[in-house]
């Protein structure tokens, strides 16, 4: 087995700096992606772990507007579903902007792949271990991303038979992302929905625990 080469304190302070500057962008400030850059992410993408090295990602550069333009249009749609089940947040929801599609320079689809029938780690939750493998691929292409100091959003408004059909999917493929990616003019500060006030990063006490699930501080907080 060949050695592997170690990592200095300042490679490492960069790994970590890249991971918590991530973020799900959703403003973009128009322009182009240079081709060897997005071979990059593509590359770092396709480097990701997959259970069984099955590696189920399959990726759809969308070039053609036309396309671009049904995409939003069934996300739009979805955004209008979405809005209609939330009741008391409706309003404060059709306020955020949830995704980037009409401004970045790249629109890239990714789709799971028809199960190739991989036993190997996943017998008893094979699309489970699938879809766990395709957001690696994803979480990769999102830090790859920042450090090219550009921006990715990732939007999962749309039913994915929909989307599947625009994209004329093979039987068995399921999309499960629409990557917006490029230029921004400025990196949120935190993320976005943290900064709007929908929600906020929970603290390491409520998701760590030892040797049993985490107690359920929600309720606990709010005496129930």
Known sequence: MKQQPTFSPAERETL??????????????????????????LA????????????????????????????????EEEKRSTAAAMDERQAEFMRLKVEGMRDCAELIAVVLAPDDGTLFGRRTMPEEMALCSVSCAIENMWLASRVENLGMGWVSFFEPADVAALLRCPEGAKPIALLCLGPVTAFYDKPMLESEGWRKRESMDFILAEDHYPPDLVREREGL
Do not use: C, K, N
Not at 16 to 28: E, L, Q, T
Not at 32 to 38: A, G, H, M, Q, R
Not at 66 to 74: N, P, T, W
């Open 44 to 75: 770092a993408g396709h480097a990701a772990p997959s259970v069984g090295f099955m590696q189920p990602w399959r990726f759809v550069r969308i070039t053609s507007h036309a396309l671009r333009e049904q995409l939003i249009l069934l996300v």
């Open 16 to 41: 970590y700096r890249v991971i918590h500057a991530r973020r799900d962008m959703r403003h973009f400030a128009g322009g182009t992606v240079e081709v060897d850059v997005l071979h990059r992410i």
